[in-house]
């Protein structure tokens, strides 16, 4: 069966230190990725997708970047947080299919002090 | 990319009754999907309806799909406690998917 691993669960990092967030899906091969990230009380923006290795589309232009260098590896970056970037991140899966569902991780509750 | 916009923004209800949950969109789409996050956990997907259907039943879940109005609706019957969580809709293109703000429902014992 098809498993998703986000971590870490919580990250407390100060304004100006880099992040890394780190996906990893198992028992599937060639997912999409995303990463959503959802503010206190609101829904979730659409950040990054990936429909293959090395390939990133951006949705909204901001201080993160993503990485795909493995199949099943999807990583969320910034070289110098910001107090806006805290919230909580969600990395999910999805087959290439039109009708598959998106498969979330447990997500990352950052707060950037 | 399409968008789903869920209504109410919250909804509170005693065990037992009825919760329905309304989600509108804007551009033609090949499936709507539900999905529920209970606090400070990712999303389960609940159900998925295609365009070319009308209604769908899972469990104590019946959507409905309105695609000349753009809408779709979620009844959740019998509600529990454990029913308590938020509620998104999706309505699905190919490779994006967009969540729109929620339905917050609480059900009180």
């Known amino acids: 069966s098809q498993t998703i691993h986000q971590w870490p669960a919580t990250l407390v990092q100060p304004v100006g230190s880099p992040l890394s967030l780190e996906c990893t899906v198992e028992?599937?091969?060639?997912?999409?990725l995303y990463w959503y990230r959802q503010a206190a009380g609101r829904g979730l923006q659409l950040l990054f997708y990936?429909?293959?290795?090395?390939?990133i589309s951006s949705e909204v232009p901001q201080n993160l970047s993503a990485s795909r260098p493995q199949d099943r590896q999807f990583i969320l970056s910034s070289k110098k947080l910001l107090l806006s970037d805290s919230g909580f991140y969600l990395c999910?899966?999805?087959?290439?299919?039109?009708?598959?569902?998106?498969?979330f991780g447990n997500g990352t509750r950052l707060t950037v002090t | 990319s399409q968008q789903g916009e869920e209504d109410p923004q919250a909804l509170s209800i005693q065990e037992g009754e009825n919760a329905t949950m309304n989600c509108s969109y804007k551009?033609?789409?090949?499936?709507l999907q539900w999905y529920r996050q209970n606090s400070g956990r990712g999303l389960v997907h609940l159900i998925l309806?295609?365009?070319?259907?009308r209604e769908k039943h899972s469990g104590r879940l019946r959507v409905t799909l309105d695609t000349s109005k753009k809408s779709s609706s979620l009844l959740i019957t019998a509600s529990r406690a454990a029913d308590t969580a938020s509620y998104f809709c999706?309505?699905?293109?190919?490779?994006?998917?967009?969540f729109g703000k929620g339905t917050m429902l609480l059900v009180s014992p």
């Open positions: 990936s429909v293959g290795i090395g390939q």
């Open positions: 551009t033609s789409i090949n499936n």
């Open positions: 999910a899966w999805r087959t290439g299919h039109e009708s598959s569902p998106l498969h």
């Open positions: 309806i295609r365009s070319n259907e």
């Open positions: 999706v309505a699905s293109g190919y490779s994006t998917l967009t």
């Open positions: 028992g599937t091969s060639n997912p999409n």
